[in-house]
């Protein structure tokens, strides 16, 4: 049954009140969980991921060890309640698996491995709710989650989907909107404007792309500054409990950034 | 470059932002969908100068104060209408004479698109009109009008508070963007009125201090409220109520009987079977004609049509005698019937807007006032077999839910079929947006019970509407005219030598030559249209020593290439016949045999079946005798030239001479024919003159002319194939192809019987062909030269077809072929261009004993296959050629009105003298002979209509004017594309003797 609602209205708006360029809320939360060594939530909208990071270790088995650099081992879960229909998926779900792997890729080239030789570090992703952008949501939790554990990066890693509905390009889409309008999702480094990831799963006009592409990489700009801004205040919030000499609550977080 | 900003959604909010509902899907699964809003304080309010909102937009397009004519709000007012008044009254809002300023709030917008899209789509169409002034308000965005639902409130009434508040705001709003400013009489507020047919609404905003109106109340201020008082939907609001829930398919046709029944009811004569036929003038009527009755069975409604599609073998079962009814007297247009149906609605929901399209039909069906002339009437219990193609469609563009052409969500929309006799189809694509404006083909895959529409799928798109090649692909799809290029396995049964094939030198042992007649020295010419590329058929004519006169017809010896059984004989068969269009011939033969080898050139050797006849200068015939021949043509000629030739009294050489005889022998032949009692028909021919050849565009249409030497042709073609069907009938009276038109019923020409007696006094004698044709030469009207063409063309329509049948299969005395009043008849002098004159030829030459019979011309069987197949592409062909030309006279139309308008520097239009043909309740049937075109002029508005006179009266100005059949009217034509879904059409109104374009 074909949607009765409108991608973008005459009077410029979006089906939840957005204008083209808007972006959704984004929420991040630091290391919510102390389990690992460092973990994030972050929620775009009602997109919400919980990642948490754990290692570098030593790596659980002599396959998984490489011998000049760590081993990136990223794992997915979707909750089953994740979605309007509930629905449970497997582990071994093909299309999760590709999800995890291009979300290893993606930062295979930015985390410094080779810091680590012999060891492993473990990323798991658990999808908590989802309204598209899940990738994006994904990959910034992620930055997130590594930052928060410690482990050295060259760049932050901030990513964005952009879509294009007739001629208008459109940011931060919906699953509405990408059930509806040709989208691709873009991971870009802010420090340098390198792009770590396109990915594009439906079929995108070539004179469009470009459009698409630089006005990604511009909201993953805006991205970042609210990454940052909640690494810092977080950091900030961690120094006075350093300095006031209550470093019980934090160990997880201190180990992490001892090794 | 941009600014890309984050949308904060503050938690406190989260009530009012998110949105929480389960949705049960069509498989019965219940989905959570939760879902966010934003909202903002930058909608703007639309009216101009407004201090907080003139710096969100650029255009605002309300004015400051309102509108002040209305005399119920004196300080000026925009009116706030809420969903049913768009619902109801949209040809009142899209009335050039309601202007007020209009709010449409967003609730509003969706609320209709939910209803009905294509009243959404209409609604659309006129916010972006720029004469109206209607701002649309984004109110569930803003954050003072963003309500949420209450528990335990319906939908409805949500709408409804929304819309309330939203009134409620914009008042508050005004009044404080416009404080009193000291010292001055404090400003006049305009005031934001609630317009809305539901009284509950309207005491509820009486509650909360809105202003609120009924559309009647309101309408009865306006100035012009008498013309708008009739746009008012009679209905008002009642009809139209919440949307309902989603109950359970609910079965909108009969089921069919069993096919054992089916079987078993057709057998014992209960029920009957029949290919069923649409009615063109009205879609919600159709026919069967079946043996046991004289008039074809009538069915009225869907639930009687019961998913029939034209062409369909279906089993009717008959009502009871008092239940039988007249045909209506009405046209009714499916589009415009059923514009605001919705494609997604009245399938996948069940209900819904269905019953309002049941409810209208009704209304329609109620309406038609049916003459008294009752014919059998009966409903469809079964179908023995589907006759479903592929149809040449256009989508309908109101069926879309978004009409973006990047969007890639399913849509199910409607596909009109350029054919008037089928049912809308409704299929589902990603591609919908894409293909508006196109040519598409689609397919039927089933028609359900449950589903008021036959359900199919897009095959593919043929091109741009109005394109020529999607025109002619369309055309040749729609006629299923086979047109690819002929294959491999066919072109290698063409001879090796290809073009370079010639008649080998005469010898004894060459097998062309054997048992051939040597005619190379024969004065034998060709006499063809211009431009003719295959020539199958050349004449010649020499007086004897004895005073007689031999003549003889040479046709090209197509059966000597194209064998029996093999691949190109098939294909052959299949096609049928070869197909001319207006730019284009679709042969049916590879063109190596059509326009080279068979085709009978002049100055060339060629091999022929020759028919010669000794004749008396009466043109008696004294003997015949048919051959295998070689002949060297030695002229050809058009029409023009041989008619030219032969006045020439200078031309004496034999070649003139030849045809001079000829002719002498045709007007005998025709004289004895038409006293035998043959009709002179008439048919409405046009030509279409083509510019160039390289762009074809046409550029007139202008009636064909016929010389004294087409009929000569013409009379001895009927010669040969007379004599012919004589000859292989007596050889082979089991298996002989022949040709027959069956006598029309005499119940088929009542009509026009009764009209004549009733308009013209005149009478018309059917008994026999001879007394027809008799009777229509005395149809005559002195002051309309045309009145007696116009009257043979009605006749002919009243008759049967010509078929071809096999000898065998009917009995002696219905050989006949009534129009030609000849008692036997096959078709033999085109070979190149027909199936049946290859079949015909093969059986002469067996019968002259030049070759045996192929053994499939022996099994009666097989050649009532054959036959039934090429009779079947024969009417195929005849129906695309026409349509070809009828394509190409909307074009040659569109040319001349735009070229009159270059001249005259207004509206280009054509106008051209008609004569009614039939008359309607709403309309007439009119025939402009100079085009050979049919159209029809609807009336909108009511016309007194006498069934039983022929006669519509209408009124213009004051006295009315009486049209009836026959009568001449000049109309104005212009060739009109449908709004919704580009099909073209030829649109005619009336000029003369009243302007129907105010009726």
Known sequence: MGSRIEILNEGGFRSDGRRQFELREIIIELSPQGVGDGSAIITHGLTQVLVSVYGPREAKSRSHTIHDRANINVEVGVAAFSTGERRKRSRGDKRILEFASTIKSTFEPVIQTNLYPRSQIDIYIQVLQQDGGLLQACINGTTLALINAGIPMIDFVCAVSGGVHSSDPLLDLTTLEEGDAPHITVAMMPKTGKVALVTMETRLHVDRFEQILTLAREAGAVIHREMKKAVLSRSNSLVAVMQSGHLVQERAVDDGMNE | MVEITIRKRPRTEAVVTQRKFFKKTARGKVIKVLRERYLRDDVACGIENCRSCSELTGTSILPPSGDQLHPLFPNGHFVLPDTNVFLSQMDLVESPLFMPPIILLQTVIEEVRHRSLPLYNRLKALT????KRIWVFYNEYRSETAIIREEGETPNDRNDRGIRKATEWYNSHISVNRPPIRGRPSPKLPTVVLMTEDAANRQ?????????????KYIEGVKDANQLLDLLAAAGAEDIEPTKAVAGRQALYPDYLPAAMLIAGVKSGELHQGHFNANQYNYLEGSVPVPAFSKPILLIGRENM??????????????????????????????AALKNDDAEDSGDEGEGEGNETVAREKNLLELEKRSSEKQPTGRIVGVIKRNWRAYVCHIDSTSLTSSNTTSLSLQTVFATPVSRLLPRIRLRTRQAPILIGQKILVTIDRWDTTSRYPEGHFVRALGKVESKEAEQESLLLEFEVPYRPF???????????????????????????????????????SIDPPNCQDIDDALHARRLPNGNIEAGVHIADVSHFVHP?????????????????VDKRIDMLPSLLGTNLCSLRPFVERLAFSAIWEMTPEAEIVNVSFTKSVIASKAAFTYDEAQIRKDDPHQQDELTQSIRLLNSLALKLKAGRMAAGALNLASPEVKIQLDTSESSDPIDVEQKELRETNSLVEEFMLLANISVARKIQETFPQTAVLRRHLPPPRTNFEKLQDILMKRKGMKLDVSSSGALAASLDLCVDPELPAFNTLVRIMATRCMLSAEYFCSGSVSRDTFGHYGLASPIYTHFTSPIRRYADVLAHRQLAAAIGYAPLHATLHSK???ERVL?????????????????????????????????????????????????????????????????????????????????NYTITVPSGGKDVTISVFDKVEVSIEVEKDKNTQRGRVKMTLVHPVDSRSL
């Open chain 2, 565 to 581: 059984d093999n691949p190109m004989d098939s294909e052959a068969a299949s096609r049928g016949t070869t197909v001319y269009l």
């Open chain 2, 128 to 131: 972006r009109m720029d004469d």
């Open chain 2, 204 to 216: 509820k905003a009486e509650h909360a201090g809105i202003a609120s109106i009924s559309v009647r």
């Open chain 2, 487 to 525: 294959g491999k396995a066919i072109l290698d049964c063409l001879p090796p030598q290809g073009e370079q094939w010639v008649v080998p030198p005469k010898s004894s042992d060459s097998p062309e030559w054997k048992d051939r007649e040597d005619l190379r020295g024969l004065i034998i010419c």
């Open chain 2, 861 to 863: 069987a097989h050649v």
């Open chain 2, 868 to 948: 039934d197949i090429v009779n079947r592409k024969h009417r195929m062909a005849q129906m695309a050629g026409r349509a070809s030309v009828e394509f190409y006279v909307g074009l040659a139309l569109k040319n001349r009105g735009e070229r009159e308008k270059g001249k005259k520097g207004k509206a280009g239009e054509v106008r051209e003298e008609a004569f009614v043909i039939r008359t309607f309740r709403n309309g007439l049937g009119v025939f402009v002979s100079k085009l050979g075109i049919e159209g029809l002029v609807m009336f909108k508005r009511d016309t007194q209509f006498d069934a039983d």
């Open chain 2, 306 to 335: 019961n998913r029939a599609v034209q062409g369909d073998v279906v089993v009717v079962e008959v009502f009871d005698k008092k239940e039988w009814k007249a045909p209506a007297d009405e046209v009714v247009d499916q589009d």
